[in-house]
């Protein structure tokens, strides 16, 4: 029951956060105060992630390293430049310029393993990639928003190293102990962890919209074709360089869509603790948008899949 309960979940994963979302923006009074625990739901979503994490996951590093190295690179290469040249083109106001930064400077979201699924794309490498560059976001994170975010405000790189090590990292390497130590639990946790997910990534989300609603209204439509230009110009721009790299069909849908979906809860946590409200915005906003371009790019890819298995059988 869990176990089906939890797939539901996930594949009505874009139903649940656009009821929230509705929500939060017609009654704010109802996610009044869960702002604060923002960072905790993380944690939640970033153990869930620690449990299933398996060591078969990094050993596909070894086995085929170019495709991982490249999906790790792109990840965090295309996305901050993409966000700056972005921020810089359109003139953003220094808040709105710092959100859009963050989820530039993010790791890849867990919902990307999902999207590789659906488009029969590399899975393994999709997750392997998910799983380094959300390990790597403790110093990289931090990293790149110092470099390219002081033009419009202070940054402290230890502080977002803390921020990113306590809501990124340690759950993580409690979900990895876990799984050591206590494989039973660890396994049937794996049925109820989707729903868990799905739960914690919405109230997130709804806190945030609630929280930012009058800056939404008044900057919504701005924010939303940036988000929008970055999301889709990280798709197409890690296919493209997939493709000049000469990695295979599949591992090139994988990068692609580990390059464009971002870990934008994670932007949007580290918005609340060290910046202004605004900054909480594009995060948001992102979470929205990927949840909706994800799926339709997932299905394109699913469908070019199926037409050629289909012409293969009717040539043989």
């Known amino acids: 029951m869990l176990q089906r309960i939890g797939h539901f979940a996930s594949k009505t994963f874009l139903v649940w956060v656009l009821l929230v979302s509705i929500i939060a923006f017609t009654a704010p009074h109802l996610f009044t105060g869960v702002g604060d625990i923002i960072p905790y739901l993380l944690g939640v979503v970033m153990l869930g992630m620690g449990l299933t994490i398996k060591v078969s996951d990094f050993k596909l590093i070894f086995k085929y390293p170019k495709p991982v190295i490249t999906g790790v690179v792109l990840q965090y290469t295309i996305m901050p430049l993409l966000a700056y040249l972005i921020v810089k083109a359109f003139q953003l106001p220094p808040d709105i310029a710092i959100g859009v930064l963050l989820v530039g400077c993010c790791p890849g979201g867990t919902t990307s393993n999902v999207m590789s699924y659906i488009a029969k ?53 409690i979900g990895l102990l876990v799984q050591r130590f206590f494989k039973t639990f660890s396994e049937k946790s794996e049925d109820v962890l989707p ?55 599949p591992d090139k849908k994988a990068v692609s869509i580990e390059v464009g979906m971002q870990n934008s809860a994670l932007a949007t946590s580290l918005a609340t603790v060290h910046f202004n409200p605004l900054a909480a915005v594009p995060g948001a906003v992102f979470s929205l948008v990927h949840c909706i371009t994800g799926p339709i790019l997932a299905r394109y890819w699913a469908k070019r899949a199926e037409h050629v298995e289909r012409s293969k059988r009717s040539i043989a």
Not at 146 to 171: G, I, Q
Not at 208 to 227: D, N, Y
């Open 195 to 249: 729903l868990v997910s799905v739960i914690a990534i919405s109230i997130i989300l709804g806190a945030v919209v609630a929280g930012s609603r009058e800056l939404i209204i008044q900057t919504g439509l701005l924010i939303f074709t940036v988000v929008i230009a970055h999301n889709v110009l990280g798709y197409a721009t890690g296919y493209f360089l997939a493709n000049v790299l000469k990695l295979n069909y």
């Open 121 to 173: 794309a590399n899975v393994a490498l999709s997750v392997t990639i998910t799983s380094i560059s959300t390990i790597l976001a403790p110093v990289l994170t931090p990293g790149f928003m110092y470099l390219f975010a002081r033009e419009w405000m202070d940054v402290s790189f230890m502080s977002m190293f803390a921020s990113v090590t306590k809501v990124v990292l340690v759950p993580i390497l």
